[in-house]
């Protein structure tokens, strides 16, 4: 049984504490391998569904995993047997999920010593929710779980999941260009219009015209290559731009 490593390891060495803005979700595939490595899993998946849709017509999506065997647990066994279960769960529960070829149920870590013996454990697989409302909903996938974890080291598990899981999401939305990246003045009147302030009321508050304000948002709106005001929020709040 492979002992579990509390750090990243070798493949984040160099990350810094502030986010990078990946180009492509190929750059996130060393970060999605480290959280395998850290549950000892013989492979991983990025698993997203658009919150807009999910429920009613939504289908989870596969938009990452490493290569998988031809045999044994796998994520196409998973979403074949329960993927009604697997949406239903993303908005009922954040408590991640266990799964083997016999069905799928509530992972409680501190129940897993007592579940078999190590050398007679039989194969699993864990399911990280990762609802994170407007921007998206999904999750992190791991088959072939062999670490001891315990209830620490699963939230641990849990928070790389959330992480990984924002940042593949972003890339659903694009990034602004640096030439097309939006001013302080734009982001600060989205913001407002973000708050329910109306174009007067935020002229008053930041000393501008109504027909500035007007013009910071349209612009704005523009760069976010968005149909309207209500779309050029939310882009920005999934973008992080504003909250």
């Known amino acids: 049984m492979a002992a579990f490593s509390d750090s990243f390891g070798p493949q984040s060495a160099g ?13 996130l595939y060393p970060k999605a391998i480290a959280i395998q490595r850290l549950a000892a899993a ?66 409680p870590p501190m129940e897993f010593e007592s579940d078999y013996p190590a050398e007679d454990r039989p194969e699993f697989g864990l399911a990280f929710p990762v609802p994170l409302g407007a921007m998206g909903n999904g999750y992190l996938v791991l088959c072939g779980v062999e670490a001891e974890l315990d209830a620490d080291n699963c939230i641990d598990l849990h928070r790389k999941s959330i992480g990984l899981m924002r940042e593949a999401l972003k890339l659903d939305f694009g990034s602004v260009a640096t030439a097309e990246a939006l001013s ?22 930041l000393g501008l015209s109504v027909h500035t304000v007007n013009a910071y948002l349209g612009s704005a709106t523009t760069k976010l290559d968005a149909v309207n005001r209500i779309q050029a929020i939310a882009k920005a709040i999934r973008l992080g731009l504003i909250s």
């Open 184 to 205: 302080d003045r734009e982001i600060e009147c989205l913001q407002l219009v973000g708050d329910g302030l109306k174009s007067e009321a935020i002229g008053e508050r």
């Open 42 to 107: 013989r492979s991983f998946a990025v698993l997203s569904v658009n919150a807009r849709t999910a429920l009613a017509n939504g289908t989870l999506t596969v938009r990452m995993q490493s290569p998988e065997e031809e045999t044994g647990l796998s994520v196409s066994h998973l979403l074949g047997a329960h993927s009604s279960v697997l949406q239903t769960h993303l908005w009922v529960s954040p408590i991640p999920l266990k799964f083997d070829m016999h069905g799928i149920d509530l992972f």
């Open 15 to 27: 990350t810094s504490a502030s986010p990078q803005r990946s180009g492509s979700i190929s750059d």
